[in-house]
């Protein structure tokens, strides 16, 4: 039990009551008395107030979560009891992993009322999470007291990569639009090496595409009207080792990863291919085989929300092999990795032409900005000319790296963590706008 406000601004009431009630009577009397009526009203409102929890509690919010996204998780209340109660509940939340602004519910229900209530949190974590308990404090009849209950509401809450995106880069794409601080343009996908029809030449189109003898046959200029290929298969590699295990901005460099390959994955079905995933790490930890669809998307999703960045070294060579021994189409493959020294990328390197000999490969870093700003703070102690020099250096190294991928025919996306996103799907875009195979 426990003691509200009305309670003790009762109390203090009394204190004024005996100063000056101890001007006629005996003040010890006064106080005794008092305390004793205030008791007893206390008594009174606990043994009057409902003994069990007159409160039924039903979970309605989602179960499926986006990182980094705010979302609300619901309960549907029902004040069982012939009274008006004020209820205050709050969830078990596991704040390590996520963030509220406050848990704490306040709701006033009217006696056999119901009424939804929510609150407001934001997963910094992917990953399967159970919410066990909610804990639900009312007032008294008299509003004295309070009766605290502890109610067992166990939940399996999954926090998925930002899955609202989606409709977002969808929606871009329709528009040939991307809004990222200002207003960028995405490239579009309208050029294509498979013949859909022909048509009257107009002012604009490329000589290259008039079909001559449709032309003389017709006697007006008439060209080939081309689409995109179909059905090319787009494989997406995520290295869930050392690399990819810190983090930038406060956001892991996994979590950015895993965002922008599902993002990637819709807007690959979008236009028509086939989309697979492979994570790996000292072995290959999950693989979905190229598809199509929404349903074929949820696989991907679920295949990924769970997976953890560790510090060890990857095994390229059993991811490479793995998709070998799956795959005989000629495909791209889009690399999320990270190289930590020139050594580390020319030891990768030497797997690499396992898969970038017969298929299109894009390797996808994310900048270090902290080495960026290191590089243009100006120096004015010896300390920071030593920072300086060595962030010029690790620079000059990783350019060297990416110099070397481009050379091996590979191609490099070096993206600030806010672009990943943008770039990737671009680069998607122009592979497709641009190759043929």
């Keep these: 039990m426990g003691l509200t406000k009305r309670f003790v601004y009762l109390l203090v009431v009394g204190v004024i009551i005996v100063g000056v009630g101890s001007l006629v009577f005996n003040p010890v009397f006064l106080?005794?008395?008092y305390n004793?009526?205030?008791?007893?009203?206390?008594?009174?409102?606990?043994?009057?107030?409902?003994?069990?929890?007159?409160?039924?509690?039903?979970?309605?919010?989602?179960?499926?979560?986006?990182?980094?996204?705010?979302?609300?998780?619901?309960?549907?209340?029902f004040n069982s009891s012939e009274y008006q109660l004020e209820f205050l509940l709050r969830d078990e939340v596991p704040d390590y992993y996520f963030q509220t602004?406050?848990?704490?519910?306040?709701?006033?229900?009217?006696?056999?009322?119901?009424?939804?209530?929510?609150?407001?949190?934001?997963?910094?974590?992917?990953?399967?999470?159970?919410?066990?308990?909610?804990?639900?404090?009312?007032?008294?009849?008299?509003?004295?007291?309070?009766?605290?209950?502890?109610?067992?509401l166990e939940r399996e809450i999954k926090v998925y990569p930002s899955r609202k995106n989606i409709a977002k880069y969808r929606l871009m794409m329709i528009n040939d639009q991307f809004q990222k601080q200002g207003r960028r343009n995405i490239r579009r996908l309208g050029r294509g090496n498979s013949f859909e029809s022909l048509r009257e030449y107009v002012s604009g189109d490329e000589y290259k595409k008039i079909n001559w003898k449709a032309t003389a046959r017709l006697n007006k200029p008439i060209v080939n009207q081309y689409q995109?290929?179909?059905?090319?298969?787009?494989?997406?590699?995520?290295?869930?080792?050392?690399?990819?295990?810190?983090?930038?901005?406060?956001?892991?460099?996994?979590?950015?990863?895993?965002?922008?390959?599902?993002?990637?994955?819709?807007?690959v079905n979008q236009k028509g291919d086939q989309v697979a995933a492979l994570s790996f790490n000292t072995a290959v930890e999950n693989i979905v085989l190229p598809g199509k669809g929404a349903g074929h998307r949820n696989k991907i999703l679920d295949a990924?929300?769970?997976?953890?960045?560790?510090?060890?070294?990857?095994?390229?060579?059993e991811a490479f092999q793995q998709f070998k021994k799956n795959e005989r189409h000629h495909s791209i493959i889009f690399l999320f990795t990270d190289f930590a020294t020139e050594e580390e990328a020319r030891n990768i390197l030497k797997?690499?032409?396992?898969?970038?000999?017969?298929?299109?490969?894009?390797?996808?870093?994310?900048?270090?900005?902290?080495?960026?700003?290191?590089?243009?703070?100006?120096?004015n102690s010896d300390y920071q000319l030593y920072t300086k020099g060595v962030a010029l250096e690790l620079l000059t190294e990783r350019q060297k790296i990416i110099k070397l991928l481009n050379r091996h025919g590979v191609f490099c996306i070096e993206s600030p963590p806010e672009e990943l996103d943008y770039q990737t799907i671009n680069k998607y875009i122009e592979i497709k706008n641009k190759l043929n195979f």
């Excluded at 069990?52 to 979302?71: A, D, N």
């Excluded at 999470?129 to 109610?151: A, D, H, P, Q, W």
């Excluded at 990924?304 to 060579?317: F, G, K, M, P, R």
């Design 228 to 267: 995109p290929e179909k059905n090319q298969h787009v494989y997406i590699f995520i290295d869930t080792g050392r690399p990819m295990s810190y983090q930038l901005k406060g956001k892991r460099k996994l979590d950015l990863a895993i965002n922008t390959a599902v993002a990637l994955a819709d807007i």
């Design 36 to 77: 004793l009526l205030c008791g007893a009203l206390l008594a009174l409102d606990y043994y009057i107030s409902p003994a069990t929890l007159p409160l039924k509690v039903e979970f309605c919010g989602p179960t499926k979560l986006s990182l980094y996204e705010e979302e609300s998780l619901s309960f549907r209340l």
């Design 101 to 152: 602004e406050d848990e704490l519910i306040t709701c006033q229900l009217d006696a056999r009322g119901e009424e939804t209530v929510s609150y407001s949190l934001t997963a910094t974590k992917r990953g399967s999470f159970t919410f066990s308990n909610l804990y639900i404090k009312f007032k008294g009849r008299l509003g004295l007291c309070t009766k605290s209950f502890k109610v067992e």
């Design 304 to 317: 990924l929300y769970d997976i953890e960045a560790t510090t060890d070294t990857s095994n390229y060579q």
């Design 31 to 33: 106080f005794i008395s």
């Design 351 to 379: 797997l690499l032409p396992q898969i970038s000999k017969n298929n299109i490969v894009v390797v996808v870093l994310l900048e270090n900005e902290k080495l960026e700003q290191a590089a243009r703070t100006e120096a």
